[in-house]
C-alpha cells in the first residue's frame, strides 16, 4: 500500500481528492491537513510515503512546507497537485525537492499514475510541465531589460519604494509600476525580491 497525506486547504477539493485516491486498491489515505504547517506536523507524525502537497496554502507555503518535510525526513516523497503552472512555482517546488507537479485538472488516471510512480521513486509531471520545462532547458530565454527598466530595478534593489523611485526617476508612480511589471514578465517573476535577486544571477544588475 502506498501510504499518502493529502494536503490542501479548501476542503472540497480535498475531499475530491481523498474520494479519488480511496478508489485505488494500492493506496491508503492516512492523514489530511488544511496547511503548511500542518502538513509538516502529520508528515512527520505519520511518516506517509507520500505527501500530495498543494502550493497556496494559509500560513506555511507548500514549497516551504515540502522543503521542511524533507529536511527532516528524505525518505517522505512529495508531490505538488496544484492549479498553478507558471515558470516560477513550478521551479520553486522542484528546488524545494518535490518528486511531481501534477494539475488538479489532470484526468485521474494520471494523478493515480503519478502516485505510484513517484513511490517506485520515479519523477512524475504533467506533460504540459514537462514540455514547459524541456524547452527552457533547451532554449534558455535571453532576457534584456530597457535602460529604465534596468534603472527601476536599481533603485529596487537599494529598497526604494515605488513613491521614492518615482521621484528619484522624475516620473510618475503609475509609470515605475508599468516598467516593474515589464520587468516581472520578462523576467517570469512575480514579486520584486525575486527580481532583483535574478537580475543579479543573470548578470542585468551587480550584485
Not at 508531490?79 to 512555482?89: F, K, P
Not at 513511490?119 to 514537462?130: D, K, N, T
Not at 532576457?143 to 528619484?168: K, W
Amino acid at each position: 500500500m502506498i501510504r499518502v497525506l493529502v494536503a490542501d486547504d479548501h476542503p472540497i477539493v480535498r475531499s475530491g481528492i481523498v474520494a479519488l485516491l480511496e478508489t485505488a486498491p494500492d493506496v491508503e489515505v492516512v492523514g489530511q491537513a488544511a496547511a503548511g504547517d500542518e502538513a509538516v506536523e502529520l508528515a512527520l507524525a505519520l511518516r506517509p510515503d507520500l505527501v500530495l502537497m498543494d502550493l497556496r496554502m494559509p500560513g506555511l507555503t507548500g514549497d516551504a512546507a515540502t522543503a521542511r518535510i524533507l529536511a527532516a525526513a528524505p525518505d517522505i516523497r512529495v508531490i505538488v497537485l496544484t492549479t498553478y503552472e507558471s515558470d516560477e512555482s513550478i521551479l520553486t517546488a522542484i528546488e524545494a525537492g518535490a518528486s511531481g507537479y501534477l494539475l488538479k485538472a489532470a484526468p485521474q488516471e494520471e494523478i493515480l499514475a503519478g502516485i505510484r510512480s513517484v513511490a517506485r521513486g520515479e519523477v512524475a509531471l504533467a506533460p504540459s510541465i514537462a514540455a514547459l520545462l524541456v524547452r527552457r532547458v533547451a532554449k534558455p530565454a535571453a532576457v534584456a531589460l530597457s535602460p529604465r527598466e534596468t534603472e527601476v530595478l536599481a533603485l529596487v534593489a537599494q529598497g526604494q519604494s515605488n513613491p521614492a523611485i518615482a521621484r528619484s526617476l522624475f516620473l510618475s508612480e503609475a509609470t515605475v509600476k508599468t516598467h516593474l511589471l515589464h520587468v516581472f514578465e520578462k523576467l517570469g517573476v512575480s514579486d520584486r525580491t525575486r527580481a532583483v535577486t535574478l537580475a543579479m544571477e543573470l548578470g542585468l544588475l551587480p550584485r
